[in-house]
């Protein structure tokens, strides 16, 4: 017993822990509550896996107090609040009655559910102990009211530093910055946990001067006190001041913990500069630094935000068991950062146990790298599986990807959820849903969001102008930004691009020029805008000389509104201008060379015509598959030209057939113009009419109610024929028709547009 005991007195890492271990099995004293006690001691001091101590805790065949206790302290260390509730609960079946030592920690672990607590512990006579009293004085003082804390605190005959130091930090937790000084400057005799209360409270305001002088006049520092300031630095963004401060530390001699190895590395990985962690990692290597599961964590994470996948996978099968949801979330997003969407996905699917952040990484994965469809699928999964609330992260993310489908009844049914799990929105989520309403064709309800928010930032302004922009509505964006700058904003570069493709939508001329001659320097955007306006309005000469007069180079934007102005006024030198620049300056852009190609069309060059298609098979280009996508019932039915793979495709193609014959009627006659010459003219008909959006309007018809309005995305932009038809077919049906193309919304309505056919 005796040399078991001096082993223990010297364990100082995990490995000697199980050595101890083996020796006390070896003596058959695995049972014995004494040596259980000791080794979850350990556990708690070593931060052992939680399993391992509760394979020691179970060894135990009656646990008696000490063990409990222990175990207790254990799961309060680890943060594993749940297990704390649940083993009191087995303490108290097991007829072990607690002490006043394992009331603090149930009272912390229970959070502001201790507040049923407190009367129990007044009927037990457990008040009167200093650190019962102290564990509930602290959950008022974090969790509210902050007053009952006040009260408790007054009402002591006789103070700790604890309790001073509860209060100070319960005072910063709810941003009373003056009372946690002013009883800062009361307390008779202050510890480093109250100077060290006094850094973290200015640090989390974002005084960081403040903060670094009350860290300055600190009498003695220890290791918790440097963290506070090192964390203040990392979470701030000031990786480099963290560094600074790093090397002040080890030449004051003080041993850099765990803490504060994760606060640095945090820090670079927060600016995901690999010079800078490199520094780290040399360092971390010439001091031989013992990386524990918390520190290997966090330089997944670094160097998953670095860009070194292969370092952040060798630590990661380094962590074996040690493995926390952490760290499967740092390797999931490192995944998902360079693309690599299925190996995140199986990391995902293999992970134990899930949280929030694993659910929202691949949620925001799958929406940033144009999976949506795939996003709210899987959103769908999470909130069928009521393991896991959303939060506003989520949601934003879920909404984004509603945006990009232009999906206005999942999006209508992601608001719902938002209300029905009161989920608080900040500016950024509300201005998300502007941006989804405007992108899903629904101005109105954008609108009401803006108005609905008690601050507006620049980006709400600009969401809500950039959907005025899509709808054509110039006169909208322009009153928008000069509400804006009522409200004290400045325009922006990307306002002023909102409002001049606003002004070209709708036509206007002078308008536009307003605005762009109040820019002070315009970037090859605005320049591109402006191209586009004069273009819209027929003046494709003062366009071309606008180019010429370009204070910078131009880009593909520039001449791709050029030429396709050129195409609507059937201007074919322009035309030929603009195609040859976009030919040098994006040589793989099929697009460039489909729109020349149909402008030699229409006039019948077809030697023209064969030449430009010949030169996209020799590069090896082909013509985008264009698609249409309408939605129905929470789904996307997506329809191809020609297509009949639906399952209503019989009905729909039977529509088709009745609505043609109805447009003939009504004058409407067929755009052949630009499809191959040695197509018999009835087959021209037919693949002219068999377009995507034509067929996913017809399914719309069948399926919506009569007069409700039917909404259709399509990914590349509205073919002329289908314009026509679009616009005929609203009057024929008495149907509002909107279509958002890869250009603009097209809003038919009783046989016209709201582009001017002009898009």
């Known amino acids: 017993m005796s040399h078991l005991n001096a082993i223990a007195v010297r364990i100082s890492s995990f490995k000697q822990l199980t050595q101890l271990h083996a020796q006390i099995i070896q003596h058959s004293l695995h049972h014995d509550n004494y040596w259980v006690s000791v080794l979850i001691s350990h556990c708690t001091r070593l931060c052992a896996p939680p399993s391992y101590a509760r394979l020691i805790f179970d060894s135990s065949h009656q646990p008696n107090l000490y063990a409990f206790t222990n175990m207790l302290k254990f799961y309060s260390h680890t943060g594993a609040h749940h297990h704390v509730i649940n083993l009191f609960h087995n303490m108290r079946l097991s007829n072990v009655m607690p002490d006043a030592f394992v009331f603090p920690i149930l009272v912390k672990s229970m959070e502001k559910e201790a507040v049923m607590l407190h009367a129990h512990l007044i009927k037990l006579g457990h008040q009167c102990d200093r650190y019962v009293r102290n564990a509930i004085m602290y959950m008022y003082a974090k969790y509210g009211p902050i007053y009952f804390a006040r009260k408790l605190f007054d009402e002591m005959p006789e103070r700790m530093v604890a309790d001073w130091n509860s209060m100070i930090s319960g005072y910063w937790r709810w941003g009373n910055e003056v009372e946690a000084g002013s009883l800062f400057n009361l307390m008779p005799e202050r510890n480093v946990i109250t100077w060290t209360a006094m850094v973290t409270g200015y640090s989390k305001a974002r005084d960081l001067v403040t903060a670094r002088r009350y860290f300055d006049q600190m009498p003695e520092k220890n290791v918790v006190s440097w963290n506070a300031m090192l964390s203040a630095y990392s979470q701030n963004g000031f990786a480099e001041e963290a560094m600074r401060l790093l090397n002040e530390m080890v030449v ?12 640095v590395i945090s820090a670079c990985a927060d600016r995901a500069d690999a010079k800078l962690a490199s520094s780290l990692m ?8 013992k990386l524990n599961y918390f520190v290997k964590t966090a330089l997944i994470d670094m160097y998953a935000k670095c860009g070194d996948l292969a370092a952040a996978k060798i630590i990661f099968e380094e962590l074996g068991t040690y493995r926390n949801v952490v760290s499967w979330n740092a390797m999931i997003s490192a995944h998902m950062s360079v693309g690599d969407l299925s190996s995140a996905r199986e990391l995902f699917d293999r992970m134990p146990s899930k949280d929030v952040v694993s659910w929202n990484s691949m949620i925001a994965g799958y ?5 949506s469809t795939m996003a709210i699928e899987l959103f769908k999964k999470m909130i069928s599986s009521n393991h896991t609330k959303p939060d506003e992260v989520t ?3 879920v909404i984004s990807a509603c945006s990009h489908l232009g999906a206005l009844e999942l999006g209508n049914w992601a608001l719902n959820i938002i209300d029905e799990n009161q989920i608080k929105l900040s500016i950024s989520g509300y201005n998300s849903l502007i941006f989804m309403y405007s992108k899903c064709g629904s101005m109105k309800d954008a609108v009401r969001i803006f108005h609905k928010m008690k601050t507006q930032d620049v980006i709400s302004f600009n969401t809500l102008i950039t959907g005025f922009a899509a709808q054509g509505d110039g006169f909208a964006a322009i009153d928008t930004m000069r509400k804006m700058k009522e409200h004290g904003f400045q325009p922006d570069r990307i306002t002023y691009i909102s409002v001049l493709t606003a002004c070209s939508h709708a036509g206007l001329l002078e308008q536009g020029k307003k605005v762009f001659d109040s820019i002070t320097n315009p970037d ?3 320049y591109a805008c402006m191209i586009d306006l004069l273009g819209r309005v027929g003046k494709l000469d003062e366009a071309k000389n606008l180019i010429t007069r370009m204070p910078m180079v131009p880009h593909a934007g520039v001449y791709g509104s050029l030429l396709n102005a050129a195409r609507i006024r059937k201007r074919i030198d322009t035309g030929e201008f603009a195609a040859s620049h976009l030919f040098k300056i994006e040589p793989e852009n099929s697009g460039n060379y489909v729109l020349l190609s149909n402008m030699y069309a229409s006039m019948g060059r077809w030697g023209d015509v064969e030449r430009i298609r010949g030169k996209m098979k020799l590069l090896g280009l082909k013509k985008a598959t264009g698609w249409s996508y309408v939605e129905f019932d929470g789904k996307l039915h997506k329809f191809i030209v020609g297509d009949k793979a639906h399952e209503r495709s019989n009905d729909i193609h039977k529509l088709l057939m009745e609505l043609r014959k109805k447009m003939r009627i009504a004058g409407y006659i067929a755009d052949k113009e630009s499809v191959l010459r040695d197509v018999e003219e009835e087959e021209k008909e037919e693949m002219v009419g068999t377009h995507s959006e034509k067929l996913a309007l017809c399914f719309a018809l069948l399926v919506s109610e009569s007069g409700a309005v039917i909404r259709i995305v399509k ?11 679009m616009k005929i077919i609203s009057k024929l049906e008495g149907r509002e028709i909107i279509v958002r193309d890869n250009n603009r ?5 009783d046989g016209s547009c709201s582009c001017k056919d002009y898009w």
């Open 367 to 371: 929406a940033q790298n144009g999976q």
């Open 745 to 749: 919304f097209h809003c038919f309505h």
């Open 395 to 397: 949601m934003v993310s």
């Open 282 to 289: 040399n360092m971390l290597n010439q001091r031989s630094v």
């Open 252 to 263: 004051d001699g003080v041993q850099p913990d765990e803490t504060t190895w994760v606060a």
């Open 524 to 526: 090859v955007d605005h």
């Open 715 to 725: 990914n590349l932009r509205v073919s002329w024929d289908c314009h026509e038809a």
